[in-house]
């Protein structure tokens, strides 16, 4: 069998420390078990994995930042043995400087820079820092989300807070952009984001997509959260061929796939030897 580069585009694998994540709340709230279940991940394929201790589904209660350190610090240090780089998704300047401390090495902040603090965080210990575009909050993002022209609008408030960012020393090199699909926007919102996802690339910042087992894919399938890996499967396709970079996944292995043959069909990756043909 011929190998195949590692593809252009990165995975990063979900870790959720929470009791109410929309897809898996509750599964990994243990460290022991959230530790074993991003070892999985990485032995699947993850580049990344994005560790969380508060859950950002519509209408989430918030987390205090006390409990939210108590639920991820552990796991973080308890995945630095896996190599692979562990990202924090947090809101929190407190618990990001906690993570970071524990060996994560990317901030991953659905608010963007909400948190005054966080920027300056990130430039003082250059890690990554991820920008993501949410309307309004997790309690209030999905009543009657409305914008002039979504795409346009998500890429001024992104641009925005990458300025802000830059001003505050963070190395321009070190931040990647997140359109928040699912996050205050309808699914005509979502559809159009991805469609004109390459137009984000305007911004001259990597794009990272979160569209693993959303609700948009079950209004468009009628499949409840556990069955909606074919439709996850196909946003991210359709989602690297319009320019994301980074697939933000629960299903690790079957994403790397996916996305390893899109990678190849589009010329991103070449191969090192010549495929041996398989017998029918």
């Known amino acids: 069998m011929g190998s195949v580069s590692s593809a252009l585009t990165q995975i990063m694998g979900i870790v959720n420390v929470t009791p109410d994540s929309f897809s898996d709340g509750g599964e990994f709230l243990d460290p022991g078990a959230a530790i074993a279940h991003g070892e999985r991940l990485a032995a699947e394929g993850a580049d990344l994995l994005d560790v969380g201790g508060e859950s950002t589904r519509p209408g989430a209660e918030g987390v205090g930042a006390e409990e939210e350190r108590d639920r991820v610090v552990p796991v973080i240090e308890g995945l630095g043995s896996t190599g692979v780089p562990v990202s924090i998704d947090t809101a929190k300047s407190s618990v990001a400087r906690a993570a970071l401390d524990a060996g994560a090495a990317i901030v991953n902040d659905v608010t963007a820079l909400g948190d005054p603090e966080?920027?300056?965080?990130?430039?003082?210990?250059?890690?990554g820092l991820v920008l993501m575009h949410m309307q309004g909050t997790p309690r209030t993002m999905q009543e009657e989300p409305a914008y002039d022209d979504v795409v346009e609008d998500v890429k001024a408030f992104l641009a925005e807070r990458i300025r802000r960012a830059t001003d505050a020393g963070v190395a321009e090199e070190r931040i990647w952009v997140d359109p928040g699909?699912?996050?205050g926007k309808t699914l005509d919102h979502n559809l159009e984001l991805i469609r004109r996802l390459v137009e984000l690339?305007?911004?001259?910042?990597?794009?990272?997509?979160?569209?693993?087992?959303?609700?948009?894919?079950?209004k468009l399938t009628g499949r409840g959260v556990g069955e909606r890996l074919g439709g996850s499967l196909a946003s991210a396709v359709l989602g690297v061929r319009n320019g994301a970079e980074i697939l933000r996944v629960h299903d690790?292995?079957?994403?790397?796939?996916?996305?390893?043959?899109?990678?190849?069909i589009s010329g991103r990756i070449a191969w090192r030897d010549a495929p041996e043909v398989a017998e029918a």
């Open 118 to 127: 966080m920027a300056p965080l990130c430039a003082e210990r250059g890690c």
């Open 181 to 183: 699909i699912g996050f």
């Open 201 to 218: 690339g305007e911004l001259g910042r990597p794009i990272l997509l979160g569209t693993s087992r959303k609700s948009f894919i079950g």
């Open 252 to 264: 690790v292995a079957e994403t790397r796939d996916a996305v390893r043959v899109t990678d190849a």
